[in-house]
């Protein structure tokens, strides 16, 4: 079934440019209270007591709570366990801190007022009495003799030790190695800044509860919510989404803020809505990344790779968020050694508590970190050992399928050297020297990094789809995965108007509601169209089927000869002999038209079993130039060369890659976030001091797709979502090494900003 699909401008748009959107904070309700939290300004810290009387005076106030309202609650769920050496350590997480805090942004307690302005004066008022205890915010620091403890059920700050491969075999290799290279390696931390700033909206009613909010992921927090938090069964929980403005996957998470809301509209009676602001955004919302990896590669004497070992210590931050531990360990265990041959590969892992903020799934989640390490590796073996780098991957990359990782992921299929091949001449490789002798006529160096990636897309197995035939004449598509502005309401609508041969204005998409979606597992893992559109085909397939039965009864003729294409049920042989399929969904309302034992309708609900991976694959290929003076880089081009196997819409798989390599270049060159050693307090807390890739810091990106349809689904689709943040991460390192190469430098940690590359010149130029 699979098929390369037309590049059809996106359906939601004309909405969304129109400013027809609507997002949380669009949206007011009747007799509606605003809600704002208060926070720890410490990084580590006692509470000895917290003094609301003042707060309940303001004006308009209508409630201040602290722990002490909220304990009958549970805590915050994790949900992703680790396999550790010792039982996983998981504090437990409420809502609100009672005793201690522990990160900058911690909340102690929370107002409710009839406005948004009482609301903040009156938690500006509450008085809270901190006792300011030493903090840790660096992984290795915190595993260090003597660093401070932030749990006391978690010695040495240690949650997990995760382990996984032939340890043995990797010592063995790399003893009798001919060549061995090894890095330390900094994947630096991120500050998720999707547009729309985290947001809610929760209402409590005899049906129970209602949280409104911007994010993903619709029925696992609802599950979270009323099994491990509120205790109250499923059913009474209703999780819906309006327009979100991004998400990346931190938003999939469960906040502190949607236990608040929905315990202060129930204890209230009435609606009430919290927004975050943009700083708060940056103390609160999960970040991203954030670890440390020491890895070997060993060669043998012809460049033939033998072994790969990786010790990561992964910041995990104050707590552990929802998703947080699997960003470290089974994610990047699928795709560590990216698409090469590699016979040995053992990784061990330490998961760290830390007096920051929560870490979890940020587009990629563990997989732009091992495919950086791999890439940055091979660079660096290429240049001890004189091996040509291009070469060097050429000879390791995966040729035939199916082939078996050494952990055990098996990739069904690939162009891995195809694409390496199809860009270096995409990006013109041969007109590099006269590029680079031009950049040095003018006083400036000029780098080149060519690098590949691999990306194990899933995300959650299994998923679910329904068709429901509607009075209007529309087809609703009801899915259980959620767009957070990627496209879905076309691409599904796409799917199923090539299935269905009805026009795409024919079909409704309906998601992120757990009152009409019956289950999903949201995105995630660049999933949806794989694990949706698997589901969607599956219905499809399965209300034809059906609708064959009833077809044949109407149109008085033998199943076996009944036909759809083109819309329509005909018999074979027959084509006048037809009836529409619309026309036959209304007719099959009727009881009387379909066979005995046959159920009303043609509105089908699956929940499709799918847990197959797949495998995009890609070379990107970035080129720099840097002024030695000053150390300002510039990206002069970007070239990709992707397999995303069969293709829904092309169009909006170039703007998924060209949203992951904006956002792996910020990663690249521009931000970091920073916490001060001392305090633990964020020195990056805005755009003022974190900066976000803008339009000039971007060339025109020159992506050309060459899928191989995989067989892991019935569309033969490869996800896309998170492909360019794990790939432009090391094309942007390679290549700023590369131009500073003749210089001594050797390695820069990211992000490679201009003072960092100033100060790598100057420091080689002093040895």
Known sequence: MSFRGLSLPRLEDARLLGGRGQYVDDIDLSNLAWMQVVRSPYAHAAIEGIDTTAAREVSGVTGVYTAADLAGLGPLPCTVPVASLAPMVVPPRFALAAERVRHVGDPVAFVVAETRAAARDAAEAVLVDYQPLPAVVDGPAALMQGAPQIWETAPNNLSYR???????????????????????????????????????????????????????????????????????????????????????????????????????????????KWMSERAEDFVTTAQGRDNVMRARLALDAEGSFLALDVATVANLGAYLSSGGPGSSTN???????????????????????????????????????????????????????????????????????????????????????????DAIVAADHVGFPARKALSKRNGKLRGIGVTCFMETA??????????????????????????????????YAQIAADLLGLPIAAFRYVQADTAKVRAGNGHGGARSMHMGGAALCKAVDTMLEKGRIVAARLLQASVRHVVFSAGRFSVQGEPDRAISLLSLARAARDPANVPEGVTAGLDTYVWNLLDLITF???????????????????LERYTAVDDFGALINPMLTIGQVHGGVAQGIGQAVLEHTVYDVGTGQMLSGSFMDYAIPRAEDLPDLDVTLSGVPTNANPLGVKGSGQAGAMASPQAIITAVLDALAPLGVTHIDMPATPERIWRAIRSAART
């Not at 996957?249 to 009430?272: D, F, I, S, T």
């Open 162 to 272: 995760f382990q996984k491969g032939d340890q043995g075999g990797v010592q063995a290799a790399i003893a009798s190695a001919a060549h061995v290279v090894e890095l330390e390696l900094v994947n630096n931390r991120i500050v998720i800044s999707a547009l729309e700033p985290r947001g809610a909206i929760a209402r409590h009613d005899a049906n129970g509860f209602h949280l409104l909010f911007s994010g993903a992921g619709v029925h696992a927090l609802q599950s979270q919510l009323a099994d491990s938090v509120f205790r109250v069964p499923t059913a009474t929980m209703h999780v819906a989404c309006p327009d979100v403005g991004g998400g990346f996957g931190v938003k999939n998470a469960l906040y502190p803020e949607w236990v608040m809301l929905l315990w202060a509209a129930r204890a209230l009676g009435r609606p009430v």
């Open 331 to 421: 994610a990047p265990a699928n795709a560590i050694g990216s698409g090469y041959v590699i016979p040995a590969i053992f990784m061990d892992v330490q998961g760290v508590f830390t007096n920051t903020v929560p870490i979890d799934a940020y587009r990629g989640a563990g997989k732009p970190e091992v495919n950086y390490m791999i890439e940055r590796l091979i660079d660096a073996a290429a240049r001890q050992f004189g091996f040509d780098a291009i070469e060097l991957r050429r000879r390791n990359l995966v040729r035939e399928f199916p082939y078996r990782k050494a952990l055990g992921t098996v990739i069904d299929c690939g162009r891995f050297a195809d694409n390496l091949d």
């Open 458 to 491: 899933r995300g959650a197995p299994n998923e679910g789809a329904e068709l429901r035939f509607e009075d209007d004449g529309a087809v609703s598509l009801l899915v259980g995965t959620q767009s957070n502005g990627m496209g879905h309401e076309t691409a």
């Open 616 to 634: 995009p694959n890609g070379c990107h290929i970035a080129e720099v130039e840097i002024d030695p003076e000053t150390g300002a880089m510039t």
